[in-house]
């Protein structure tokens, strides 16, 4: 296996670091890059940033149970998240769709939409970012005029 710093080569498994550095991307494009310190995730997490760090850059890869249940707990994921890759695909699509839910919400509410989860719900993630795109632009037009 072809591993540097934490990240899988093609066709290589995923490794834990794999899944933790996922979950820490989409995070910080939600909540921003200091909602991801190594600090503030082990703070959650009832450990040392230093801990944090070595299991995001797949220097400790064997965490204790505990471990992984506190860190799945701050993400929004089950464990098995961290352990089978089937699972984590199919969390990481369902983490894409909430995202895209939660922009698409945030983008309505901020430029006078109302109603639109029940007519939206089926949408993929994709075209529910460009609904949320499409009703920013809408909006800043507005503001333009």
């Known amino acids: 296996m072809n591993k540097t710093r934490g990240h899988m080569a093609t066709g290589d498994r995923r490794t834990l ?6 979950l820490i991307a989409k995070k910080a494009a939600r909540d ?3 909602s991801v ?3 503030v995730i082990g703070e959650h997490i009832g450990k040392s940033r230093t801990t944090v760090w070595k299991l995001r850059t797949g220097q400790e890869t064997n965490p204790k149970v505990e ?3 506190a860190l799945a707990q701050f993400f929004g994921v089950k464990v098995s998240y961290f352990l089978d890759d089937e699972r984590a ?4 699509q369902e983490l894409d ?4 839910a939660r922009r698409l919400q945030e983008a309505a509410e901020r430029n006078g939409v109302k109603g639109i989860n029940a007519r ?7 075209s529910l970012l460009t609904v949320a795109r ?3 632009e809408l909006g800043e037009a507005e503001k333009d005029e």
């Open 134 to 136: 499409l009703i920013e």
């Open 32 to 34: 921003g890059a200091d």
């Open 37 to 39: 310190a190594d600090q």
């Open 67 to 69: 471990t992984l249940e």
């Open 120 to 126: 939206l719900g089926s949408l993929s993630p994709e």
């Open 89 to 92: 695909v199919a969390a990481d």
């Open 17 to 22: 670091a794999d899944a933790l550095n996922a």
């Open 97 to 100: 769709s909430l995202a895209a």
